[in-house]
C-alpha cells in the first residue's frame, strides 16, 4: 500500500491518498511494456522515406562498352547500383509501420505503467486543478510550488479541460492528457506525472472493472 501526499496548487500537503498499486496493475511484464511503447513509437513514424532504384534514375540504358575483349569486368546499364550516380540496390519506398497489439494488451500496459510511477514515487497528487480562464502563468506557478518545474511532465485530469490543457501546452516539455487518452507511452515518457485526486479515483474505478 502506498500513501502519497496530496498538495494544494501553493504547494502545502493537504492530506495523504491510499493506494495500492498492485490493486491498479497486480504484476508488472516489463516485455508488454516494451511491446506497446514500440508499437506506438512504430505507429507515430511517417514512413514517407523514398529513394530511386536503377529503373528510376534518369540515364541511358545503352550498354556502357562490348562484353568482351575490353580486359574490363563486363558491365551493362550506367544506372546500375554499382556505379556512382546509379539507383539504390536496396531502395526505400513509402510504407505504413503501423500495426496494432490487442486492446486489451494495451489497457493492461497502461495500468502496469500508471502502478509503476505509483511505486517508484515520480507520481504527485494535487487536490485539484482547474482554472477560470486559460492563463500560462498560473500553470507555471503551480508546477513551480510542486517542484517540478522544468522536469518533463505529464498532467492527468479526470476529464477533457480546455482551460488547463490551453494553459499548459505553451510551457516546454509539460503535456496534458484527460484519463480516458492515457497510455504506456504517454506515462513512461516523461520524468514525472501530476494528477488530480478526481484523475486518480478515475484510473482506481478504472481498474477495478479490469
Not at 3 to 9: E, F, G, R, V
Not at 109 to 119: F, S, Y
Amino acid at each position: 500500500m502506498a500513501s502519497l501526499p496530496i498538495y494544494n496548487k501553493s504547494g502545502d500537503e493537504v492530506g495523504k491518498y491510499e493506494i495500492d498499486p498492485a490493486a491498479i496493475a497486480p504484476k508488472i511484464s516489463q516485455q508488454l511494456l516494451h511491446d506497446v511503447v514500440v508499437m506506438y513509437q512504430a505507429n507515430a513514424r511517417q514512413g514517407t522515406h523514398k529513394t530511386k532504384g536503377r529503373g528510376e534514375v534518369a540515364g541511358t540504358t545503352k550498354k556502357m562498352y562490348r562484353q568482351k575483349g575490353t580486359g574490363n569486368a563486363r558491365a551493362g546499364s550506367r544506372r546500375s547500383g554499382l556505379r556512382r550516380g546509379g539507383g539504390h540496390i536496396f531502395a526505400l519506398t513509402n510504407r505504413d509501420y503501423s500495426y496494432k497489439l490487442p486492446k486489451k494488451a494495451m489497457q493492461s500496459a497502461t495500468r502496469m505503467a500508471i502502478a509503476k510511477r505509483i511505486a517508484s514515487e515520480d507520481l504527485v497528487v494535487i487536490d485539484e486543478l482547474a482554472f477560470s480562464a486559460p492563463k500560462t502563468k498560473d500553470m507555471a506557478a503551480v508546477l513551480k510550488a510542486l517542484k517540478l518545474s522544468g522536469k518533463s511532465t505529464l498532467v492527468a485530469t479526470a476529464a477533457l479541460d480546455q482551460n488547463v490543457y490551453k494553459s499548459a501546452r505553451n510551457i516546454d516539455r509539460v503535456s496534458v492528457s484527460p484519463v480516458a487518452e492515457l497510455n504506456a507511452l504517454l506515462v513512461l515518457t516523461p520524468r514525472k506525472m501530476l494528477v488530480t485526486k478526481a484523475a486518480l479515483d478515475a484510473i482506481a474505478a478504472a481498474a477495478k472493472k479490469k
